[in-house]
């Protein structure tokens, strides 16, 4: 009896909807050959009609898998073969826009003594702000959030057209909060806020008496040729922009 060799879209429509009665048209040598695409291990001596049973349990149990795994590359090449869902090719580009038409700044601690600010002015807003001024100039207004009377503020010019910027804070393991503002003669109005962000430890805080344990693990580790020095207590406020200048 000859075999028919069943390609991929004739075993998706097995695994579409199994009819016992359908399987029981096909010969065994039919049979065996889908049982082996299925990955069912078949005795040579097994009869037919158990044979027939394990695909149906098979295809009932890999069903009852792909319900809760739709995302799976399985689940996807099927749907691939079925034509339904939409698949991107990989020569198709994805495309992600510079702007969503939104005001906002937001804030990303690079390390301990620098953070990332990034911005955008909605349309309507950047409209209104170039019909009020010839030449708009922006600010960003760096504050320290702390409940001590100390808690300080300082503003960072940049211009209309900057979208980017490199903050640098004068001191580690403090909150800061980003104001993004347009520069007035005396004034600065706050058109969007940042979130508040923490700057992790510059150093490692070390106690002043160390156990004779630790002390004795630092001398073998070779720390004494490190030439360390003592942190300052504070950083000298350099800005810079995307281009270092």
Same mark, same amino acid.
């Given at each position: 009896?000859?075999?028919?060799?069943?390609? =991929?879209?004739?075993?998706? #429509?097995?695994?579409?909807?199994?009819? $016992?009665?359908?399987?029981?048209?096909? =010969?065994?040598?039919?049979?065996?050959?889908?049982?082996?695409?299925?990955?069912?291990?078949?005795?040579?001596?097994?009869?037919?009609?158990?044979?027939?049973?394990? &695909?149906?349990?098979?295809?009932?149990?890999?069903?009852?898998?792909?319900?809760?795994?739709?995302?799976?590359?399985?689940?996807?090449?099927?749907?691939?073969?079925?034509?339904?869902?939409?698949?991107?090719?990989?020569?198709?580009?994805? /495309?992600?826009?510079?702007?969503?038409?939104?005001?906002? &700044? #937001?804030?990303?601690?690079?390390? $301990?003594?620098? +953070?990332?600010?990034?911005?955008? &002015?909605?349309?309507?807003?950047?409209?209104?702000?170039?019909?009020?001024?010839?030449?708009?100039?922006?600010?960003?207004?760096? #504050?320290?959030?702390?409940?001590?009377?100390?808690?300080?503020?300082?503003?960072?010019?940049?211009?209309?057209?900057? *979208?980017?910027?490199?903050?640098? /804070? $004068?001191?580690?393991?403090? %909150?800061?909060?980003?104001?993004?503002?347009?520069?007035?003669?005396?004034?600065?109005?706050? +058109?969007?806020?940042?979130?508040?962000? *923490?700057? $992790?430890?510059?150093?490692?805080?070390?106690? %002043?008496?160390?156990?004779?344990?630790?002390? %004795?693990?630092? &001398?073998? %580790?070779?720390?004494?040729?490190?030439?360390? +020095?003592?942190?300052?207590?504070?950083? =000298?406020?350099?800005?810079?922009?995307?281009?270092?200048?």
């Amino acid at each position: 009896m000859p075999v028919r060799i069943l390609t =991929s879209g004739a075993l998706l #429509s097995h695994y579409s909807a199994v009819d $016992p009665e359908k399987l029981s048209l096909l =010969s065994d040598d039919e049979l065996r050959l889908l049982a082996e695409k299925m990955g069912i291990y078949v005795p040579d001596e097994l009869e037919r009609v158990f044979l027939i049973e394990e &695909i149906i349990d098979a295809f009932e149990e890999d069903t009852s898998e792909k319900v809760f795994s739709h995302d799976t590359p399985g689940h996807v090449e099927e749907k691939k073969l079925a034509g339904h869902g939409f698949i991107p090719s990989q020569s198709e580009e994805i /495309v992600i826009p510079d702007h969503y038409n939104e005001t906002y &700044i #937001s804030a990303i601690v690079r390390d $301990p003594l620098w +953070i990332f600010a990034y911005w955008d &002015i909605a349309a309507s807003l950047r409209e209104k702000i170039l019909a009020e001024f010839e030449e708009p100039k922006l600010l960003l207004r760096v #504050s320290e959030i702390a409940d001590s009377e100390k808690a300080f503020h300082y503003d960072v010019s940049v211009s209309f057209d900057d *979208r980017k910027w490199y903050i640098n /804070v $004068p001191y580690p393991k403090r %909150s800061y909060r980003i104001d993004l503002c347009i520069a007035k003669t005396q004034k600065a109005k706050v +058109i969007a806020r940042s979130n508040v962000v *923490r700057m $992790p430890a510059q150093y490692m805080d070390m106690p %002043s008496k160390l156990p004779q344990m630790t002390k %004795s693990l630092l &001398i073998l %580790s070779g720390s004494e040729d490190l030439n360390l +020095i003592e942190p300052r207590e504070e950083n =000298s406020l350099r800005i810079l922009n995307m281009d270092g200048e």
